[in-house]
């Protein structure tokens, strides 16, 4: 997975912003950065990149006066059936540890 969610943005953080911190740090990246109020997202050359990208900036770059979190981007249909999953795991769980009493 290629995406990256750059997150933790202060509102007047641009896209030019982006494109200066990823090239001062040397980190390519395909296309152009997405904006929203407060994250953006950005696609890397490949796994690598990407990865390379998370090391770099994520809790250690400022912008703005606020440290940028970047991580993979997970798709909501994605970060919805995970976080469901998770849950029906735990109460499963907490069934069975009740069962056992």
Request: glycine share 4%; net charge neutral; aromatic share 10%.
């Amino acid at each position: 997975m290629n995406k990256l969610y750059i997150g933790n943005l202060n509102e007047n953080v641009t896209a030019e912003d982006l494109v200066k911190t990823f090239e001062d740090y040397k980190i390519p990246y395909s296309g152009q950065f997405l904006m929203k109020t407060g994250y953006a997202f950005v696609d890397c050359p490949d796994d690598q990149w990407a990865m390379k990208a998370i090391e770099t900036f994520s809790g250690k770059v400022e912008l703005h006066g606020k440290r940028i979190e970047v991580e993979h981007s997970v798709p909501k249909k994605q970060r919805y059936l995970l976080s469901h999953s998770t849950i029906v795991c735990i109460l499963y769980v907490k069934a069975e540890c009740m069962l056992c009493r």
